[in-house]
């Protein structure tokens, strides 16, 4: 909705009146669209202050540590609700009445399975490559076995696409993990939720059918819904960037898990894991927090600090949760990672540097010691925020590729290289 502007006074040039929108929650934004006729453009490296599109799907109150999708606070849905229903509202809304939900899970369900073809890819990999390696493959690759669902200007294609991505990421996942560790594929049951098969198919080997405990079941399944979607960030922004080239949902996708593999985004957890463990022991804890504030060590806190989040990362909250609840049905509640976790996170937000910087726990600081004492190899850790995040990104991929202004992305730059020369002959080069 447009009912002011911004006064943009140019040198030389006549001031520009440029429309103020608003949005329904969180800051006006200015349309700079017609900057260009002015042959200038806005330099925001890193996007700091930029709002990259139109969407209705999450929204971030980063100072008052507010997540909502479609207008549910992230707190209600992790504890009222289920990933797959999540699915159903981040891609349609609304939250599913019993036969629209019933419905939903059985044409997910219809997918779980991999193409036998496909399944020879991983034979093709070493044993010990990244888990994110294949999936980055395996994913693209489903591109070459789905030519019936790639029309993306087709809804039902669109929600084809949709249903198989987040059917058959858990499959893929499973198998990557199964192939690291020399055991045979575990197939989907169809008659288990979404996070009881996942782990079914992570732990059950022919000999032992596993039954996973149905309080790690819970776990996995709020891990799900805490990484389902969050803005515009790197890798769904990555996903629209691809996506509006008129790329097919499956290359975009597998575009998003390479860009979420960065230690920076969600590769954080797999790190956090390893900070802890090269801590090794709360009197280590105010070394490193010295070496997070030297300007001249690249060392970083990992699990701390956020783009949006200036305050608690509400996430982090219902893991820190989470964590408690699975780390005392297990046993473990004195799980040492644990407690160097849980005392980092006192010291580091009583240190007057992260103070100022407004440095607090994100959704990485502790969804690792769950997965941990689940029994997921650390390995596997971005590969999970990428089975969740794929409902994520495939709902901003829908909203984008059906709005009526869809046009390719391309940002424009500042040059500071060379100025015009002519070409310099091989004897007159230095
Ligand atoms: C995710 O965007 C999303 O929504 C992402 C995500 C999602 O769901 O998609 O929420 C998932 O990626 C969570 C973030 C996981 N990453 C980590 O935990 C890695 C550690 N965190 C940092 O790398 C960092 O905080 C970022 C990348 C998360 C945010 O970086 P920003 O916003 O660009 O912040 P910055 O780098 O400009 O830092 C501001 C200041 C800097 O100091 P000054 O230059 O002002 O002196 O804070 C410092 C930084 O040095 N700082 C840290 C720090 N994070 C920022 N110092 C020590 N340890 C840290 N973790």
């Known amino acids: ?82 990933f797959l229903e999540v699915c159903y509202l981040l891609l349609f809304g609304e939250l599913p009445n019993t036969v629209q939900k019933v419905e939903f899970e059985k044409k997910v369900k219809n997918h779980t399975l991999i193409h036998e073809q496909l399944i020879r ?9 990244h888990p994110m390696a294949i999936m980055c493959g395996v994913v693209g690759a489903l591109s070459a076995f789905y030519h019936d669902s790639l029309d993306i200007h087709n809804e039902e294609h669109r929600e084809m696409a949709s249903f198989r991505l987040i059917a058959k990421m858990p499959t893929l996942a499973a198998m990557s993990y199964k192939y690291s560790v020399g055991q045979p594929f575990v197939s ?58 008129g790329a097919n949902p499956f290359a975009c996708i597998a575009a998003g898990i390479a860009a979420l593999w960065g230690p ?18 709360v009197s280590n804890i105010p070394k490193f927090i010295e ?41 473990l509640h004195d799980d040492p990672l644990f407690a160097i976790a849980l005392k980092l996170e006192e010291i580091a937000l ?41 409902v994520g990104w495939i709902a901003h991929w829908n909203e984008m590729i059906s709005s009526p202004d869809l046009s390719i992305n391309r940002p424009r730059q500042l040059y500071t290289g060379s100025t015009m020369r002519d070409f310099t002959p091989m004897d007159k080069r230095k």
């Open 121 to 129: 890819f991983y034979s093709g990999f070493r044993r010990d490559a």
């Open 350 to 390: 009583k240190d007057p540097y992260f103070i100022e910087k407004k440095l607090y726990p994100n959704v990485d600081f502790y969804s690792g010691i769950i997965l941990r004492a689940i029994g997921i190899p650390t390995n596997m850790f971005t590969v999970i925020f990428a089975m969740a995040r794929t």
């Open 1 to 82: 909705m447009v009912n002011e502007v911004a006064k943009l006074t140019l040198p030389g040039k006549e001031t520009l009146e440029l429309p103020i929108i608003k949005g329904t929650l969180g800051p006006d934004v200015i349309d700079i669209g017609m900057l260009s006729k002015a042959e200038m453009f806005t330099f925001d490296p890193g996007f700091r202050s930029t709002a990259s599109c139109e969407s209705k799907i999450t929204f971030i109150d980063g100072n008052k540590g507010l997540l909502l999708h479609r207008g549910y606070p992230i707190e209600q849905l992790a504890e009222h609700s289920d």
């Open 188 to 245: 989907p049951l169809n008659r288990m939720s979404y996070a009881e098969n996942f782990l079914h198919m992570m732990f059950s080997v022919p000999s032992e059918e596993m039954i996973p405990n149905p309080i790690l079941v819970k776990a996995m399944d709020r891990i799900f819904i805490l990484h389902a979607d969050h803005e515009q960030n790197a890798s769904t922004s990555t996903v629209r960037l691809a996506g509006s080239s």
């Open 264 to 281: 920076a985004h969600g590769g954080a957890n797999e790190a956090v894991l390893a900070m802890l463990q090269e801590i090794g022991d």
């Open 291 to 331: 070496k997070a504030k030297d300007k001249n060590d690249p060392f970083r806190l990992m699990g701390f600090g956020h783009r949006v989040y200036k305050n608690f990362d509400p996430r982090a909250t219902v893991m820190r949760k989470s964590c408690y609840e699975v780390l005392d049905e297990l046993g």
